[in-house]
């Protein structure tokens, strides 16, 4: 069987092809965030690896965290940064951090990355053209780290139509101008959910959802929705899992064909998951 190559690390054989016209005109949502943000090489081919799926007829959407980053300039400000079961408690002093880091410096980064590859994107936050309604976690009015009320598709089936990849950072306001904090995974599954897409991605640091932690060896890489809620009641899973897990259990409740988690930290770890058929990965289905 020939081999086709897509760059000089990674190959994959003709049978694929029938992966490649699968896709054709399916809308991939990835979510993608974690230490693959700290390396200049590994992000590179990311957003190779989506400018790839982009030019073979997918729609792509893409949404980022930047959790690292976030807590290198909170703690470069004498700013604790501060969590609860995965999720983070953003004050109005660290509202400030995250907007700027995420929105002024991360979102444009991965904008400029698609112009040096000929694909036009476009850098979006919730808060543009009221992408993502969005409304406060938490009763305390200290605490901005906020949850997805509603998605205004409108803006993206035109990026669609005109064949630009959006590139959106996760902050939203509600509807008197307050901004809120949101967490990548849960805009990420929100928003696939709204476009009922065909793949939710989640680019990790994991291999996937391990039955043990500890060990790389327990891979799951193919897992019903039933059995992963199971995992989630026995404590399986755990930690910052946990926000990622329920993205996945929301999205494929709300018509999204499949998830997939898969290690970030691995070179061309996408198309390994998306077009080869021995995949890297955990998919979910329903």
Known sequence: MSNFVISDRFYFSSETLSLINKYFGSTFVIKYGGSAMQNPNLQSQVIEDLSLLHFLGINIVLVHGGGIFINNWLNRLNIEPKFENGVRITDPEAMEIVEMVL????????????????ICSIGLSGKDANLIHASAMFKSTSNLTGKVKSINSKVLHLLFSNRFIPVIASIASDLKGKTYN???????????????????????????????????????????????????????????????????????RSNVKSVHIIDGRLEHSILHELLTYNRVGSMIVS
């Open 103 to 118: 929105v002024g410096k991360i979102n444009k980064e991965l904008v400029s990355l698609f112009n040096q590859n000929n």
């Open 182 to 252: 949101i967490n990548a995974d849960t805009v990420a599954s929100s928003i696939a959910s709204e476009l009922k897409a065909d793949k939710l991605i989640l680019l990790t640091d994991m291999p996937g959802i391990l039955r043990d932690v500890h060990d790389s060896s327990t891979l799951i890489k193919d897992i019903s929705l039933d059995s992963l809620t199971n995992l989630l009641a026995e404590d399986v899973i755990s930690g910052g899992m946990i926000p990622k897990i329920q993205s996945c259990i929301d999205a494929l």
